[in-house]
């Protein structure tokens, strides 16, 4: 079993920057490739940003060159810092985890997640 716990999110006007953190337990964190994805006020989860084994990182379109996902394997912790923010960023953000060959676009690919921060950008 894996445990997932996100901190960061607040209150931030356009054009501000957050740093979103997620802590693991449970098993060796450098197996996992790890996501953030975001559900929006009536809107559908979507994929933000992931990375995995070898140094891999993918981003969304939407947010590609504005985030940046890390990770910190000594302290099984992973982070997405996000600059530039607008008000379509508004949402809750999850960190998940997920086995090597799962871990896509997909959130149906993920095997853990965590209960997730909510992330507010006012005009």
């Known amino acids: 079993q894996v445990q997932l716990v996100e901190s960061g999110g607040g209150l931030v006007q356009a054009g501000g920057s957050l740093r979103l953190s997620c802590t693991t337990s449970g098993r060796t964190f450098s197996d996992y490739a790890m996501g953030w994805f975001r559900r929006a006020p009536g809107k559908e989860r979507e994929f933000v940003a992931r990375s995995w084994s070898g140094g891999n990182m993918d981003y969304a379109d939407s947010v590609k060159g504005r985030f940046t996902i890390s990770r910190d394997n000594a302290k099984n912790m992973v982070y997405l810092q996000m600059n530039s923010l607008a008000p379509e960023d508004t949402a809750v953000y999850h960190c998940?985890?997920?086995?090597?060959?799962?871990?896509?676009?997909?959130?149906?690919?993920?095997?853990?997640w965590g209960q997730g921060t909510q992330v507010t950008v006012s005009p």
């Open positions: 998940a985890a997920a086995f090597l060959g799962g871990g896509s676009r997909r959130s149906t690919t993920w095997n853990y």
